[in-house]
DNA sequence: CTCCCTAAGTTGCGATTCGCAACCCTTTTT
DNA sequence: AAAAAGGGTTGCGAATCGCAACTTAGGGAG
């Protein structure tokens, strides 16, 4: 990517993100839930997390509005952890930190396969895709202001080469030797 | 999804993920070595990370395949951490990621925005897509073991109703009150 | 050559967080 | 009435985080 974004600044969604997600335990809980999981008991024994840890990851996922916890009408010992939309909104982002897990893991034997349930053919690989639906890599992607959209942008030091990786440092910029 | 997958198991690259990047600030780094960050330095003030923990995880970054580490040519005082080809592959992960927390941001005002440098339009959210390219919602997706893959998913209890979440426990099943 | 500066860590130490086990309160089941 | 299940909370030792100070190696100016 060729135009460099402020890095602290708050114009990333990726420190929210990560102030949510980026505890331990929370990706196999969401992942948990996923799979169907509802229950306190049923998180902490398929997960074997200890149970204070799971009970502020609870709170915490149930305070940032990713699951709802309701009182389960039928036993009101229980309690039902769901899913709600922005919860639901993780998903491409699970699948993609899953399947890049999958990709790099030595002898990965997938024991099932992601499918799409109408004819059980695997799902795509997680991509980057431009409006007309091409599959972008990195040194095809640039920031731009809101204002500027539509207009191509001109990558400063553009000395990037093969397969979307820079090859060499780019140029002699201020910020590399 | 209908069918349950056995989440302790390593059957799932989440975990393997996770232990490259689930700690603090492993994602972060990610972001400012994408926005081409290549120094100590430059991670340590961009990010206002502590050194000591800096260290610690672009010492696990690199030994997970995700940068690597060569000394500087030019200034042997300096080292390059750089994006591997394993590392560029988290870039759909950390979009989609970053994408969510921008999504569910009260009052998100994007500084910047992700474009197609070619034609400067924005890129698409990221999705699930089906061979054909159809996006998929959690209801439609299934597990399917390997050598039945192309084989339709009966959903158990599939009682799914709207919009891709569950709308009622799913029947009383063992799992649910 | 000397002095000073930069880059990339390392070390010490107090403040948090994690993980385990035990305990608690409420609701159900026997 | 007693026992058990569900969903937590509490205490406590171990590991991790974060800050500041220190170290080591290389570069540059005079």
Redesign the pocket.
């Known amino acids: 990517m060729g135009i460099r974004e402020p890095l602290r600044e708050m114009s990333c969604g990726l420190p929210h993100a990560l102030e949510v997600m980026g505890?331990?335990?929370s990706f196999l809980i969401l992942r948990a839930a996923f799979n169907g999981l509802y229950?306190?008991?049923?998180f902490s024994q398929e997960l074997?997390?200890?149970?204070?840890?799971l009970?502020?990851r609870?709170?915490n996922l149930v305070q940032h509005g990713v699951l709802e916890?309701t009182p389960?009408e039928?036993?009101?010992?229980?309690?039902?952890y769901r899913l709600t939309e922005k919860g639901l909104g993780l998903l491409p982002a699970m699948l993609a930190l899953r399947q890049w897990g999958e990709r790099y893991t030595e002898d990965f034997n997938p024991g099932l396969v992601l499918v799409d349930c109408r004819d059980g053919q695997p799902v795509q690989p997680i991509s980057i895709r431009a409006q007309d639906g091409r599959e972008l890599s990195w040194h095809e992607l640039g920031w731009q202001t809101p204002d500027k959209i539509g207009q191509p942008v001109d990558r400063h030091a553009g000395a990037y080469a093969k397969d979307g990786f820079p090859a060499e440092p780019p140029e002699q910029s201020e910020e590399c030797c």
């Open positions: 505890e331990r335990w229950h306190f008991e049923e074997g997390i200890a149970r204070n840890i009970s502020n609870l709170a916890r389960c039928a036993d009101r010992r229980k309690v039902e």
